[in-house]
């Protein structure tokens, strides 16, 4: 008889640097295995004012009375790690990359609203560099769907094709992305080297990576790295009122770290159907992150 799918259920959110420090004390090796249906639920979730508060000075967001477009997923993050960190999970969580997020909104959620939270993932694909996998979250206002997210996670694995997180040859611009973004408007922003620790007070995102360039060393990184997420956000909240409308769907492919301190270079740009083009990368042209916001959002079939 097959076993019942684990679900960890929470009434208070697990503590991400507990969850850090458990990642990093793990014992699993990165090596090809099944990954089972992993769930975990809380049904009482608030957005704490503090927090939310630092969330805003740290990526631009304005204080409105509304989650931000992205808030949700900072929110549930700890609960995406404790579902990694499962003792079903094969893979150990620490040098996991996340490469690709797809944001959907159906309607905007007031900052004092209770909401209750699904995350689960399961199966894996084989790709160039190792093993992808998908974490689903599912977010409820009132027993109505109201936000979800795809969270797309990258396990290398021994023998896969290596992506050097050293240096890396010039990038090539793509003519076709270039030409979306020849009349875009542009922002230039300073990246601050404290960017990791401002964000990560407000996330509660300790990995060392993002901390300072002492901490980031020992995991290849020549300094500490922005957080991937913080880019995103930061690069929403500049799209002003084009994130304000109720449905929304936000796609966003991370492409190479940022590291800390940086100038970085914001463009958007219109595309069909009121939809617009975003993308965050160097002035040196290394790209950072490319991505989507269009208005709508796909019918839940789950």
């Known amino acids: 008889m097959p076993q019942t799918p684990p679900v960890l259920e929470f009434d208070v959110l697990p503590s991400l640097p507990g969850e850090l420090l ?3 004390l793990s014992p699993r090796a990165a090596r090809p295995a099944d990954v089972p249906r992993l769930e975990a639920r809380m049904r009482h979730l608030r957005a704490e004012p503090r927090a939310l508060a630092r969330y805003r000075e740290v990526t631009g967001f304005p204080a ?8 949700p997923q900072v929110l549930v993050t ?3 790690l404790a579902v990694l960190n499962h003792p079903g999970f094969p893979y150990r969580l620490l040098g996991m990359i996340h490469v690709r997020n797809r944001i959907q909104q159906w309607r905007r959620l007031q900052e004092g609203a209770v909401l209750s939270v699904h995350v689960w993932v399961e199966g894996q694909r084989e790709v160039r560099q190792g093993r992808e996998l998908e974490v689903h979250t599912r977010v409820e206002e009132g027993g109505t769907l109201a936000w979800s997210a795809v969270t797309t996670m990258l396990r290398r694995l021994p023998g896969a094709a290596e992506r050097s997180r050293g240096a890396r040859s010039p ?5 076709e992305e270039e030409a979306r973004f020849a009349s ?5 922003w300073t990246v601050r080297e404290d960017t990791g620790r401002r964000y990560a007070l407000a996330s509660g995102d300790f990995n060392p990576i993002h901390l300072h360039a002492l901490t980031a060393r020992p995991f290849g990184f020549s300094r500490a790295i922005a957080h991937g ?4 956000g930061r690069g929403v909240a500049a799209l002003g009122q084009e994130a304000e409308a109720p449905a929304l769907t936000l796609t966003s492919d991370f492409r190479r770290p940022l590291l800390l301190p940086a100038r970085a270079v914001f463009q958007a740009a219109p595309l069909a159907e009121g939809a617009t083009a975003y993308r965050v990368r160097g002035e040196d042209l290394t790209p950072y992150v ?11 079939t789950s």
Not at 171 to 175: E, N
Not at 184 to 188: A, F, I, K, N, W
Not at 290 to 300: I, K, Q, T, V
């Open 64 to 71: 409105n009375g509304f989650l931000p477009l992205t808030y």
């Open 184 to 188: 875009s408007r542009t922002e230039h």
């Open 290 to 300: 490319l991505g989507e916001l269009r208005p709508g959002a796909e019918p839940s």
């Open 22 to 24: 458990r990642a990093a």
């Open 229 to 232: 997420m913080w880019t995103v």
């Open 171 to 175: 990038f090539t611009p793509d003519p």
């Open 78 to 80: 700890p609960l995406h």
